[in-house]
């Protein structure tokens, strides 16, 4: 795998579980068979309608406004350091093709609640980290360890890391 192939959803990985991570890196993806997952799109596609998604290759992005800032929808109702690096690695992919993003949106619509991260040199120096750490995850020959159940509550690869 290349810095280039490393997507929102891989950074999200890294943060929320690496297991979880090397999993989706191996070609692992139960997602579309998880009802969270399910419920997480019918709550993008219901909320931001009017917006197009920006697609970058590995990363997709809900959209981006007149203003340069990027904005993603969570089905969540509240905002995780996994949510935070995600919209900060799309910053750091827009600004390597030329968009000049200021910062990012969280939206989440269950709670009508947003939040606003501003992008600058310490995000920038936060996403090469993040690139960096989630190639040498994928790369590993071996799964990292599992995270203790009580963490895995809603996860869509919970069969795979509990099954016996």
């Known amino acids: 795998m290349r810095p280039e192939d490393i997507g929102g959803v891989h950074i999200k990985y890294l943060h929320h579980c690496r297991r979880q991570l ?14 969270a997952v399910q419920l997480g ?5 219901v909320s931001y309608r009017r917006n197009s998604p920006v697609d970058l290759g590995a990363a997709v ?7 340069q800032w990027v904005h993603e929808v969570k089905s969540s109702s509240r905002s995780t350091t996994a949510d935070e690096a995600q919209v900060v690695h799309y910053c750091y992919r827009l600004r390597q093709v030329g968009v000049p993003a200021r910062g990012a ?3 989440y619509p269950k709670t009508r609640r ?16 993040d690139i960096a750490d989630a190639l040498a995850v994928t790369a590993a020959p071996e799964s990292p360890p599992r995270l203790a ?7 869509s690869f919970v069969d795979y890391c509990w099954s016996d």
């Open 41 to 45: 799109e019918a709550v993008h596609d």
């Open 149 to 155: 159940r009580t963490r895995c509550r809603g996860c």
């Open 105 to 107: 949106v969280l939206h």
């Open 114 to 129: 947003t939040k606003k991260i501003e992008y600058d040199d310490a995000e920038a120096d936060r996403a090469e980290r």
């Open 61 to 67: 992005l809900d959209f981006v406004d007149g203003e």
């Open 22 to 35: 090397w999993l989706y890196a191996c070609g692992v993806r139960p997602e579309q068979l998880n009802a």
